[in-house]
């Protein structure tokens, strides 16, 4: 037996293949504990030439000396073999010796293998050969085949070549429209070209190789089943090519009505065009018309909407005997979303009433007409008796009520509970409230018991990446891969452990309180660094003054820390002649709530009471107006709108260092903005910094912002936020909505939309202003008009449709005067959407008044979409006039 493990060892495959034909079933089975140790001992080993070498042999050896048909199965597929595996040419040499059952059993066990596993097609089919046993249909066979025969070019001929010859082709065809995700597999390598899929399966079905017929009912319950959008595409390729004749397609009635009704809409609009064909013939009845109509009226594809109006009116217009059952169907679109469509079934109606002039037909009509936008519903008044628009309620605004910022809970009170929060809060980004919890429990902690908390931390600090270093880890620019940067909650309290097991120099952590941080600057550094600052101190603090707890933990989850706790604080500092951190005081300073005056006065003369110095900064502080904002100029560059600030003299006197950045300009041209804080957790806890000034957070992530619709970035998480936090929202704030409103990907207009309406239920949005921004965004090109149509059409959802009228009221003037001047720019390019919402929200909410530029557009020819929006404005806006 060493002879083979040798042989194995050495990665002399041949040798192994001679010594294994000479040994019998018991001897091969004795040898396999060796074998499975020097399996063991190659997982240990470092991935180097030698074991590269054994395993080839290492896999052949094991599936020849195992028996059961479930551990050779497991053996074949072990993820250390897989890369460095025997040939399926040698493995159904060593197992060609084994009975057939045996063979049929190995056979499905690996078939019955996820895809992923890699089992060589080569060696399951060569199995089955062997075996004699029924092909597998499974997911990986079928796979594999399909790769197998698709990627076989080497070989020559067509893909119809390669498969024709296939002695299991039926069973593997049918089974090919049975595997999941296969739509990719059948794109490649040709896609839609004549060496395609699509081309090998007609091929086959022209010939006579596999039924046509349950080739085209496979195809149709692959396409019921629904699917990715690949797989729907190349199945629907594949439908068109094998061209049902009228036959085929009357037989399948039902299949078509359910693809017209629920199917993608690439499928559906087939559908609907094959049911439309043999409704003209005659060939479907009233019933299963007005079936399928009331199902297609109620998507959402305005195309496919259309096209069942324009099918409805030719059968109305050549059989009036199916008016009394279509026109009720046909009334059903008019609550369908798009004015256009209301006003195309209206249409309809009007012109085929007569021909089921009845009470029922009138009676059903006029309850759906009910849904009609008011410009409609007058005409229905006249026509069929429907409840006049002055019957409605009156409009009253519903907006959802403003999130409320929470308390925190106390400080956690074991060393094991602070445990507990510090690992939840590095596994899972933990918001500002469960981030400021960890940091307090760690600080207070520290100072009552460091032994204790570092034991507690033990199995939080073994998964750390910095745990086990041999050395101090000294601080770098992450520009020059610094172990430690704080640019979050994970790194803070990163630092902070590796501080309490002393990984940190205590020269590195003096010189950044000293000297502040070498990061280079950027447009975000002002928060970043202010963040930073305050950790940094705070470890320095526990190597060599612990803190007995934090100033500035604040009192809500906002960051806002209320006047009387922090009073509180400085008491207990006094008691215990603790000394301050000059940064947590800062921040303390910079997070005091400031705009209740009469309670900040209060705490303003109990702080001055305590006869120190930070009880007098404190006095000083919350006796100042506290409402102070930078200049502010508007600067374009490109397509964009963005902002430039002055100095802020109260943020730079009297604060640390690094806490200055804060009250500097902010330039536009001048500040860097390309840089790594790319990160959306870290902006909640900028914001947190200053929680009544978002005005200043607001104007360092404008850049941030804009790329959301000017660049298609990502990341609008901060605008609630932004939405919830204090101070006055202004320019900054405004512009960063508008972009928000405009962004390239749906997750991020609903978070816009979510901070508009959190804006407008607080009382602080200013309509006339981000309106007024919308419309020069959209005039310059960096917000698309179909996009902000959008988010307009997902805020009015949620019944705020006077706050959108308002907005877009604003909007639509600097749009329309380029479109009736001729202009022809991007901003034309879904204006129509635009005034559809805001027709939509003025019908609504009731509004009144006068558009510039309105009036022209609406007067022009045509019957474009922007014209008949703007017709159908003007009437709502115009409504008692009409009236």
């Not at 445990?419 to 469960?434: D, I, K, L, W």
Request: net charge negative; with cysteine.
């Amino acid at each position: 037996m060493s002879a083979l493990v040798e042989a194995v060892r050495a990665g002399r495959t041949a040798e192994v293949i001679g010594l294994l034909d000479e040994l019998t079933d018991s001897e091969r089975r004795a040898a396999f504990p060796e074998l499975q140790a020097l399996r063991k001992e190659l997982r240990a080993a470092p991935w180097d030439a030698a074991s590269r070498r054994a395993y080839p042999a290492l896999h052949a050896a094991g599936v020849a000396c195992h028996t059961g048909a479930a551990a050779v199965a497991s053996w074949i597929v072990a993820a250390d073999m897989r890369w460095s595996g025997t040939s399926a040419a040698l493995l159904l040499r060593l197992l060609g010796d084994r009975p057939s059952e045996w063979l049929a059993d190995l056979t499905q066990r690996l078939a019955q293998r996820p895809a992923a596993s890699g089992v060589p097609y080569e060696l399951m089919s060569g199995l089955v050969r062997l075996s004699g046993c029924p092909v597998p249909t499974t997911d990986a066979y079928v796979r594999g085949w399909m790769g197998h025969v698709g990627w076989g070019w080497q070989r020559g001929g067509t893909l119809l070549d390669r498969m024709r010859p296939d002695p299991h082709l039926r069973e593997l065809v049918a089974a090919l429209f049975e595997t999941n995700d296969i739509g990719g597999l059948l794109e490649w390598p040709q896609g839609d070209g004549p060496d395609s899929w699509t081309g090998a399966l007609t091929g086959l079905a022209a010939e006579g190789l596999v039924e046509r017929e349950v080739m085209l009912d496979a195809c149709l319950a692959r396409l019921l089943r629904g699917g990715t959008t690949t797989e729907q595409r190349v199945f629907l390729r594949l439908l068109k090519a094998l061209k049902p004749s009228r036959d085929e397609e009357r037989q399948r009635v039902a299949d078509w009505l359910a693809l017209a009704c629920d199917a993608v809409s690439p499928v559906a609009s087939h559908a609907q065009s094959v049911l439309s064909a043999l409704t003209l013939d005659g060939e479907l009845d009233g019933r299963r018309l007005a079936e399928m109509s009331s199902a297609v009226l109620f998507r959402t594809e305005k195309k496919l909407v259309r096209a069942q109006l324009v099918l409805l009116g030719k059968v109305l217009a050549r059989d009036s005997g199916t008016a009394e059952e279509l026109l009720p169907v046909v009334a059903r679109a008019f609550g369908h979303a798009d004015s256009d469509v209301q006003e195309r079934a209206l249409k309809l109606v009007e012109r085929h009433l007569r021909k089921a002039d009845t009470a029922g037909v009138r009676g059903e009509i006029a309850v759906e007409a009910e849904q009609l936008i008011p410009g409609l519903r007058l005409r229905a008044v006249h026509l069929f008796g429907a409840a006049p628009a002055a019957d409605l309620a009156p409009y009253e605004e519903v907006l959802p009520p403003a999130p409320a910022p929470t308390l925190l809970a106390p400080a956690p009170g074991s060393a094991a509970e602070v445990a507990e929060e510090v690992g939840a809060a590095m596994e899972t980004e933990p918001g500002v409230a469960g981030f400021e919890r960890a940091l307090d429990g760690l600080v207070r902690h520290a100072y009552r018991d460091r032994e204790a908390l570092v034991e507690a931390l033990g199995p939080v600090i073994s998964r750390r990446w910095w745990h086990g270093a041999e050395s101090g880890l000294r601080y770098r620019s992450r520009f020059s891969r610094s172990d430690f940067s704080v640019s979050g909650a994970e790194d803070g309290l990163d630092l902070l452990l590796a501080v309490l097991l002393d990984k940190v120099d205590l020269g590195t952590l003096h010189a950044f309180v000293q000297h502040g941080s070498t990061v280079r600057e950027c447009g975000h550094s002002a928060l970043s660094r202010t963040f930073a600052a305050r950790l940094w101190e705070v470890a320095y603090r526990l190597r060599t003054d612990p803190l007995p707890f934090l100033l500035s933990t604040p009192t809500w989850s906002t960051g806002l820390l209320e006047p009387d706790e922090l009073v509180d604080r400085l008491e207990e500092y006094r008691r215990l002649g603790a000394r301050v951190s000059a940064a947590d005081f800062a921040q303390a300073l910079l997070r005091v709530r400031r705009t209740d005056r009469p309670a900040a006065a209060r705490a303003a003369e109990r702080a001055a009471a305590l006869g120190t110095r930070e009880g007098a900064r404190l006095a000083d502080w919350l006796a100042a107006p506290g409402d102070g904002q930078p200049t502010v100029r508007r600067r374009t560059s490109g397509s964009r709108i963005l902002l430039e600030t002055g100095e802020l003299l109260e943020l730079q006197q009297d604060f640390p260092a690094e806490y200055r950045y804060l009250g500097r300009p902010v330039g536009v041209f001048t500040d860097r903005w390309y840089c790594h804080h790319w990160s959306d957790d870290a902006r909640a806890h900028w914001l947190a910094v200053l929680p009544e000034r978002r005005e200043l957070v607001a104007v360092r992530l404008l850049r941030d912002l804009s790329d959301l619709a000017v660049d298609d970035d990502r990341g609008a998480a901060v605008l609630p936020r932004l939405a919830e936090s204090g101070g006055e929202a202004g320019e900054a704030v405004h512009l960063g909505l508008a972009y928000g409103l405009g962004a390239r990907h749906a997750e991020d207009r609903l978070a816009a939309v979510d901070a508009l309406l959190t804006l407008a239920a607080r009382g602080q949005l200013d309509r006339d202003r981000l309106g007024a921004d919308l419309g020069q965004l959209v005039r310059r090109g960096a917000v698309k008009p179909l996009r902000l149509a959008e988010s307009a059409r997902t805020a009015a959802a949620t019944g705020a449709d006077a706050t959108v009228w308002e907005i877009l009221r604003h909007t639509l003037p600097p749009l329309l005067a380029e479109f009736a001047t001729g202009g022809a720019g991007a901003s034309a390019r879904g204006l129509g959407e635009l005034l559809a919402v805001a027709a939509e929200s003025a019908e609504r909410c009731g509004a009144r008044g006068e558009i510039p530029h309105l009036a022209q557009t609406a007067d022009r020819r045509g019957s474009s979409r922007i014209v008949a929006q703007a017709r159908r404005l003007r009437g709502a806006l115009t409504w008692e006039v009409a009236a």
